[in-house]
T-cell receptor, first 117, second 114 residues
């Protein structure tokens, strides 16, 4: 069984400041890792994903995340946030399937990023 | 807009009524997933299809829930004898099963059971 822990339910930050949203996962098998963003009244949108290879992955809107296998973490970072980054952020994990393709996602409880002027 | 559509966007019903939601995937996507998201929580997996075959169902999916994808295109999720605890956002996601791992999410159907 897999689980995802997002350690912070809310993160307030001033505009142009850096931010890190933390994510830890637990799984007995190799996994794929994802970050999704959910803007108010909108569906989930993929920010970035780690499938294999380089542990530092870059996504849309200036976000990046680093996969750390020994610490089972996949923290999301942005060096300078904008007011438009205010949203709910979800970390998710998926088992590598038999054919190497992802199957169902297991999500964390989310982190609300509140960017302040 | 991800290209995945869901209908209706909102549904209010009385306890004990049946409701049905529809999801239309991106046309070439052969995998379709249903998730449920309650307030303050992340989405939880309910079930998924590869083409018309339902390959996995969560223990969250009680006997009152049924999902179909009759021709491997759109899917329906039906809840019979709704309960207040069924109030949630129901999300549909789709992807291409081979070599494409990103799931594209629809906007969701918000169900309120009175």
């Amino acid at each position: 069984a897999q689980s995802v822990t997002q350690l912070d339910s809310q993160v307030p930050v001033f505009e142009e400041a850096p931010v890190e949203l933390r994510c830890n996962y637990s799984s007995s098998v190799s996994v794929y890792l994802f970050w999704y963003v959910q803007y108010p009244n909108q569906g989930l949108q993929l920010l970035l994903k780690y499938l294999s290879g380089s542990t530092l992955v870059k996504g849309i809107n200036g976000f990046e995340a680093e996969f750390n296998k020994s610490q089972t973490s996949f923290h999301l970072r942005k060096p300078s946030v904008h007011i438009s980054d205010t949203a709910e952020y979800f970390c998710a994990v998926s088992d590598r399937g038999d054919t190497g393709t992802a199957s169902k996602l297991t999500f964390g409880t989310g982190t609300r990023l509140q960017v302040m002027l | 807009d991800t290209g995945v559509s869901q209908d209706p966007r909102h549904k209010i019903t009385k306890r004990g009524q049946n409701v049905t939601f529809r999801c239309d995937p991106i046309s070439e996507h052969n995998r379709l997933y249903w998730y449920r998201q309650t307030l303050g929580q992340g989405p939880e997996f309910l079930t998924y299809f590869q083409n018309e075959a339902q390959l996995e169902k969560s223990r969250l999916l009680s006997d009152r829930f049924s999902a179909e994808r009759p021709k491997g295109s759109f899917s329906t999720l039906e809840i019979q004898r709704t309960e207040q605890g069924d109030s949630a956002m129901y999300l549909c996601a789709t992807n291409q099963g081979a070599d494409y791992n990103e799931q594209f999410f629809g906007p969701g159907t918000r169900l309120t059971v009175l």
